[in-house]
């Protein structure tokens, strides 16, 4: 693949990511393991509110492609199968979930050293059509995406992009929802060994003049735990810890409390992944 300026999801990623990353108020178990075939399978159980639920995912690896397959507590099985250079700087991406025989969907993603072009297309008789492009370098650049309803003859979404990255800094602009926001975000690393960083983002809706401020930052404590936390303009307080209890194997505790609320019943999550 291409060392370009990335696919349009890349923009604001960094800081989409430090603000919103494994933060929950779920209770959520998680164990990997690894058969001699090279199959890897994930099994996940969830609790929220009074309700539990579960999955158990399997991923296979065969030289340029790589099938999953996850069947959950409701019979949904979803599976995604990817090739990577069935044509040159390419990767194609199907998908398609069960019982639901209209889900599926054909995505095809093509890099270049100035450039990306992802096209998505719904495997139905009346398939939605999603379109985006990014042109720049990994530096500095610019995109588009945007969204086409085949049965109606409508676009459904159109959004675009700029981001600035530096080696200890990022910079991003969204102008989406069809130009009824805009998100500016910025993320910039303390120290060079990347061990803390300062997040901020503001989002505007000018259908109804709503602005929401957030800042946000982590710290790695040591090689083994980072803590976050985040507040914003609403009175919303988060805070994360994260910790390698044994190697691959993570505990996360997470909470969130409105502050600005009359009862300010904090909300916690747990989250335990196990791997080998």
Do not use: W
Not at 65 to 87: G, M, Q
Not at 106 to 117: R, S
Not at 168 to 197: C, E, M, P, R, T
Request: contains cysteine; charged residues 20%.
């Amino acid at each position: 693949m291409s060392k370009g300026p990335g696919l349009f999801t890349d923009i604001g990623k960094k800081a989409k990511d430090l603000l919103t990353r494994d933060f929950n108020s779920d209770q959520k178990f998680t164990v990997c393991t690894y058969s001699d075939a090279g199959v890897a399978l994930t099994s996940t159980a969830v609790k929220k509110g009074g309700f539990s639920t579960g999955d158990v995912a399997a991923q296979y690896k065969y030289k340029n492609a790589v099938f999953d397959v996850k069947v959950d507590t409701e019979s949904n099985i979803s599976t995604i199968i990817t090739f990577t250079e069935i044509l040159p700087s390419t990767k194609t991406i199907a998908s398609f979930k069960l019982p639901d025989y209209n889900s599926g969907k054909l995505e095809v993603q093509y890099f270049h050293d100035h450039a990306t072009l992802t096209t998505a297309v719904a495997l139905n008789q009346s398939p939605a059509i999603d379109v985006s492009a990014t042109i720049g370098t990994p530096s500095i650049a610019f995109g588009a995406e945007a969204g086409y309803d085949t049965t109606t003859g409508n676009f459904t979404k159109y959004t675009a992009g700029l981001s600035v990255t530096k080696p200890d800094s990022s910079a991003s602009i969204i102008l989406a929802d069809k130009g009824d926001s805009i998100k500016a975000s910025y993320v910039h690393h303390l120290d060079q060994f990347k061990k803390s960083a300062a997040v901020g983002e503001i989002t505007r809706k000018f259908s109804t003049n709503e602005n929401t401020f957030t800042v946000g930052g982590s710290y790695a404590i040591d090689s083994l735990t980072v803590v976050k936390a985040k507040l914003n303009n609403h009175g919303k307080l988060g805070a994360l810890l994260q910790h390698e209890v044994i190697p691959k194997s993570v505990l996360t505790v997470s909470g969130e409390v409105d502050t600005k609320a009359l009862d300010k019943n904090p909300k916690f999550g747990l989250a335990i992944a196990l791997r080998p």
